[in-house]
């Protein structure tokens, strides 16, 4: 499984833009990236998965470079309850998948 | 809400006695995981089911951990004999590939706490 490397906190303020960067440089052919948001003492929660090129829902949105060696989750706007762990994964679509979670981006949103 | 449900949400032991926790996966989900998280880290894989079947278990589940999912629906972690050093969160996942997603997206409970005193 691809290992991934990301910024271990980030601050930022309530309706900013924030974008944080995965690194992934041994991406396989198959491997999706998927990004997971945790608030403390809860489950992570899928938020964007993706590709290639750019994905986005309601939450969020996933820039995929073509060389697919990194990716930036975009958070835009952010919140007080955005403040949370952020985890970039990459995973195969192929079989089961034992997910591998890093330490994940801390956020933290001030007023 | 029909997510992955988890239960109990805490709980406290003395050393040396045993545990059982429960996880109920989105319904219709044939694979359910079992992680184990601990404070600052990401959650470790620890066990793996499709339907009623064990198909992979981590180093981290030591003899005295075992989990079972008898009818392919709900399943238990069971922890003998606890040790301070399994004080973690424990953590279920459940997914099912329908072709919605591309890939075996997983879908987590909220976790049982457990403290080993």
């Known amino acids: 499984l691809a290992k991934t490397t990301q910024p271990i906190s980030m601050d930022s303020y309530e309706g900013q833009e924030v974008n944080i960067t995965c690194s992934h440089n041994?991406?396989?052919?198959?491997?999706?990236i998927t990004w997971y948001q945790q608030f403390p003492s809860q489950g992570p929660r899928f938020i964007i998965q993706g590709y290639k090129t750019k994905v986005t829902n309601e939450v969020a949105s996933l820039f995929i470079p073509a060389d697919r060696k990194s990716s930036t989750l975009s958070l835009p706007r952010v919140s007080l309850s955005d403040t949370a762990v952020y985890y970039c994964?990459?995973?195969?679509?192929?079989?089961?998948?034992?997910?591998?979670f890093g330490t994940g981006t801390r956020l933290l949103v001030s007023p | 809400d029909t997510g992955v449900s988890q239960n109990p949400r805490h709980k406290i032991t003395k050393r040396g006695q045993n545990v059982t926790f429960r996880c109920d996966p989105i319904s219709e989900h044939n694979r359910l995981y079992w992680y184990r998280q601990t404070l600052g880290q990401g959650p470790e894989f620890l066990t793996y089911f499709q339907n009623e079947a064990q198909l992979e278990k981590s180093r981290l589940l030591s003899d005295r951990f075992s989990a079972e999912r008898p009818k392919g629906s709900f399943s238990t972690l069971e922890i003998q004999r606890t040790e301070q050093g399994d004080s973690a969160m424990y953590l279920c996942?459940?997914?099912?590939?329908?072709?919605?997603?591309?890939?075996?997206?997983?879908?987590f409970g909220p976790g049982t706490r457990l403290t080993v005193l």
């Open positions: 041994n991406i396989a052919t198959n491997d999706y």
């Open positions: 994964l990459v995973a195969g679509n192929t079989g089961f998948q034992k997910l591998v």
């Open positions: 996942a459940s997914s099912v590939m329908d072709g919605l997603r591309p890939t075996d997206t997983q879908y």
